[in-house]
């Protein structure tokens, strides 16, 4: 554990500084993905990290990846304007790479009948007199 007042390499505190900036804008980036990249992209890409003024995108469909890097190529100025003016970050790079898919979200299991799920939570309401207390 670093003592109060010790000194910390220079090197060592502007990567630090460099890192915190990368996750703030990669956190800002992955929030409005679906609304950069468009409705067509979403279930092909994944953002994996911003690096250095690069924006890495994973793709897992193989056969979708040479014409993402092409169409990338013709759109990047626009989709670098579009990031620079809704989210105020500066990137200079787009890169496309193989990625595997995300991993499945735990899906809850769903209810059978929705009414009845919801006349039964009014039914213990009742049962629990939760009106007593408006008299």
Do not use: Y
Not at 16 to 26: S, T
Not at 74 to 91: C, N, S, V, Y
């Amino acid at each position: 554990m670093r003592q109060r007042g010790e000194l910390l390499p220079l090197r060592a505190a502007v990567q630090d500084g460099r890192a915190a900036a990368e996750a703030r804008m990669e956190a800002r980036v992955r929030k409005a993905w679906p609304f950069i990249v468009g409705p067509a992209l979403v279930p092909h890409t994944r953002l994996l990290r911003v690096r250095h003024q690069t924006l890495v995108v994973g793709c897992w469909t193989t056969e979708v990846i040479s014409n993402l890097r092409q169409s990338a190529e013709a759109t990047w100025p626009q989709l670098q304007a579009r990031l620079e003016r809704l989210l105020g970050l500066k990137l200079r790079h787009l890169e496309i790479v193989p990625c595997d898919p995300p991993e499945p979200s735990p899906v809850k299991d769903p209810v059978a009948d929705p009414l009845a799920a919801v006349l039964q939570r009014f039914r213990s309401f009742h049962k629990q007199d939760w009106t007593s207390g408006w008299k």
